[in-house]
């Protein structure tokens, strides 16, 4: 069963940052906290991924909470090409990626 | 970066027969590969993980005799679709790990089966 919770939605203005939640309070020491995103009908792709610090890429950035019990994929100027199905994953680098609902965006003009 | 490729992208047969969907590591050599499926509206689901050389392991509920998967070499993992039913239609996507130093698994863009 996957250990995250995520709202099921969030609409968000073309150019302004987007927050997307997530909850894994569940998460045990050695479970990496990844995000990846689906955009309708193809395969999932990678966004950023991290353990216990703050993470940036090209793409995102996550914010880790010291406790590690929650974080927030950051998307600084949201586009209407990031409209997707963003899933929020905990797991064991090697093991299977276990998705769950995922949040819907809708970034909006 | 690592790239996966899913072929057919799309394919429509009879009830009764069997479909073969391959999934290619292009770039990395892929000791592991994982296939799931995805219902209209629904989240992936994990259908099982294939190691090469090695038997794939089956997520509960999943039929090993009805979805063949083989792992034949470190690029490619294919599943076949055994006597398939309408109810069999779904988008199926692979993914593959094993990629020198990274841990992060790269997805195909899927194959969609619709079964008549």
């Known amino acids: 069963d996957a250990k995250t919770t995520q709202p099921p939605s969030m609409d968000c203005a073309e150019g302004r940052a987007a927050n997307l939640p997530c909850n894994h309070s569940t998460i045990s020491g050695n479970e990496y906290v990844y995000w990846y995103r689906q955009i309708h009908s193809q395969g999932p792709q990678y966004i950023i991924h991290g353990l216990k610090n703050n993470e940036t890429n090209e793409m995102a950035s996550l914010i880790i909470t010291e406790d590690r019990k929650s974080s927030t994929l950051i998307l600084p100027h949201a586009t209407l090409r990031d409209t997707a199905v963003y899933y929020c994953?905990?797991?064991?680098?090697?093991?299977?990626?276990?998705f769950g609902t995922g949040t819907r965006l809708q970034v909006f003009p | 970066g690592a790239v996966v490729s899913q072929h057919p992208s799309w394919v429509i047969c009879k009830s009764g027969t069997s479909v073969k969907i391959e999934c290619r590591s292009l770039d990395f050599q892929a000791t592991t590969m994982f296939w799931y499926r995805q219902f209209p509206k629904q989240s992936l689901m994990l259908m099982a993980t294939s190691n090469e050389g090695s038997k794939a392991t089956y997520e509960q509920g999943v039929e090993k005799d009805k979805f063949l998967i083989n792992h034949a070499s470190l690029t490619l993992s294919t599943l076949t679709v055994t006597s398939a039913h309408p109810e069999d239609s779904s988008f199926y996507i692979c993914s593959a790990s094993g990629e020198l130093g990274t841990n992060v698994l790269t997805f195909g863009a899927g194959s969609r089966l619709t079964v008549l």
């Open positions: 994953i905990v797991r064991v680098n090697t093991d299977k990626l276990i």
